[in-house]
């Protein structure tokens, strides 16, 4: 079977616009900022994609994009102003930022209670104690795409490879809640092809190409694949070699088309959440 995550994303939407009439219907108007510093290429395609996508669920999204040169001071006093701004319920600082400010420090300064990324770090502590909050987008869709297929964790073996704030390390705490033995494996594990043998699920978050041999899954596995390569012919890979993978797995994510119209789905679930919780 391969996960469509095009569709499951598409039903995420549809759930979102509900949520978001729901709340019009209250005269409250559902709104993400998004700050995007410098013209880092990528990060201008990604912040064209979520506004786009706001737009289509109704959420209002306004765009704050300032030159290469800011400094943290003046980056700091805009998150100040949108954290005091009843209009906004969502802030999205769009990573990574320049060199001169400090990413930690911005992230800490967004309001946990408008945090749309769940990245600030009461959220991440909310995530590992099982308190509600706000969760990191593309971990929480890969979440969504575990339940379509109907894979109950309880007691199955989950491995995350990579541990970054962003993927990996939130994607282990999800896993962990809904009771899966879960193992992160990343860059330095002594042996990945073994760790890959024996996991029930695995999650693939590293950015490397094919690192992710198919005749290593197990019979029966389910393979979610988070990466997003270039391959040296041009061609847009994940981190799982797909082919021989699908020839084992029950289910797996293709690349392009399954985890990554999950993130903006589920950063528009977060936004419309936020706005209920702020209108009680
Ligand atoms: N840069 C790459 N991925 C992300 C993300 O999910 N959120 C933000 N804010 N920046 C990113």
């Not at 700091?76 to 420090?105: K, S």
């Not at 994510?253 to 936004?271: D, K, Y």
Request: overall charge neutral; charged content about 25%.
């Amino acid at each position: 079977m391969i996960i469509d995550g095009k569709a499951v994303a598409a039903r995420v939407r549809a759930e979102v616009g509900e949520q978001v009439r729901a709340l019009a219907a209250r005269g409250v108007v559902t709104g993400l900022t998004v700050v995007r510093v410098g013209d880092d290429p990528a990060s201008a395609v990604y912040v064209r994609g979520k506004r786009k996508a706001c737009e289509e669920v109704g959420i209002r999204s306004v765009e704050h994009h300032l030159p290469a040169t800011t400094t943290q001071a003046e980056l700091l006093e805009l998150v100040a102003r949108l954290d005091a701004d009843p209009t906004c319920h969502g802030i999205l600082v769009q990573l990574p930022l320049p060199p001169q400010i400090d990413e930690r420090a911005v992230l800490e300064a967004i309001a946990p209670a408008k945090d749309a990324d769940g990245f600030h770090p009461f959220n991440v502590g909310c995530l590992w104690t099982g308190a509600p909050a706000p969760r990191a987008c593309t971990p929480f869709g890969v979440m969504r795409l575990v339940d379509e297929v109907g894979l109950d964790l309880e007691g199955k073996r989950a491995l995350v490879i990579g541990r970054s704030n962003i993927v990996g390390k939130p994607m282990a705490a999800m896993l962990l809640e809904r009771h899966a033995t879960v193992t992160i494996a990343h860059s330095r594990t002594a042996d990945l092809e073994g760790e890959v043998a024996r996991a029930d699920l695995v999650v693939a978050a590293v950015g490397r190409a094919e690192i992710v041999r198919g005749r290593w899954i197990k019979p029966g596995a389910v393979v979610i694949d988070v990466g997003m390569n270039r391959r040296a012919d041009g061609k847009l890979v994940g981190d799982v070699e797909f082919a021989a993978a699908a020839e084992r797995a029950s289910a797996i994510t293709p690349v392009p088309g399954g985890v990554g119209p999950m993130t903006i789905a589920m950063l528009l679930a977060n936004t419309a959440a936020l706005a209920a919780r702020s209108a009680g």
